[in-house]
């Protein structure tokens, strides 16, 4: 019988990515509206690990069951790590993904290849049936480039270099395997894994 899990989101994509590492340990994830949490949780923390706290507080206070809830964004070396928690709200609250990259591009004009270090951070919070929380931490690393480039991804993706591609460059299935979500995903798996041995 599978266990369900309430993910502190209503984005079918990332219930789509989860469902697909978590399902085969056993677990069946579902959205926060379709576990009747349907509201909207502010994100007021000044850390990734504070906003995905948050988030799961907030869904498990109304369900009172499993929830797990990421935050992630981008972070910036020269920019001394921003846009970091902001990386949504970076240009404005309703600029585009390609609003986004401009700003960030332009606020690097001129800086040489040396200094535009830069990371994906994710950190999901996990709340046990029992209310005990969790945190894992994944983070990929990488650099700026010029221009944004490629056509698949989202967010900052076409401009974040993993290599000589960007994010947006590389198939999703490739991405999934370096990612800071799939490696934030992967602790999470651990974590559930030994939970499953304890109460074996």
């Known amino acids: 019988m599978s266990k369900k899990i309430i993910l502190a ?6 219930i789509r990515e989860i469902s697909e590492i978590l ?3 056993g677990y069946e994830v579902i959205s926060q509206r379709d576990a009747g949490a349907d509201f909207e949780v502010e994100e007021t923390g000044t ?3 504070e906003n995905a706290a948050i988030k799961a507080r907030a869904v498990y206070e109304r369900c009172k069951t ?4 990421d935050d992630s964004g981008l972070e910036v070396d020269y ?3 921003a846009p970091g928690v ?3 709200r970076y240009a404005g609250e309703n600029a585009t993904d390609a609003d986004r990259n401009a700003k960030l591009l332009n606020e690097l004009s001129g800086v040489p290849e040396e200094n535009r270090g830069a990371q994906f951070t994710c950190v999901i919070c996990f709340i046990d049936e029992n209310g005990r929380e969790e945190l894992v931490k994944g983070v990929c690393r990488g650099k700026i480039g010029y221009e944004p480039m490629g056509e698949n991804g989202f967010g900052y993706d076409p401009v974040f270099m ?3 591609k960007s994010f947006a460059q590389i198939s999703p299935k490739e991405k999934n395997k370096i990612s800071h979500r799939a490696k934030a995903l992967d602790g999470l798996c651990s974590l559930l894994k030994k939970k499953e041995e304890y109460h074996a």
């Open 79 to 81: 920019l001394k790590g």
């Open 162 to 164: 993993c290599g000589e």
């Open 47 to 49: 850390t990734f690990a």
């Open 66 to 69: 499993a929830v797990i809830a």
């Open 23 to 25: 399902s085969p340990l």
């Open 9 to 14: 989101s209503n984005n079918k994509n990332k």
């Open 86 to 88: 902001y990386s949504h």
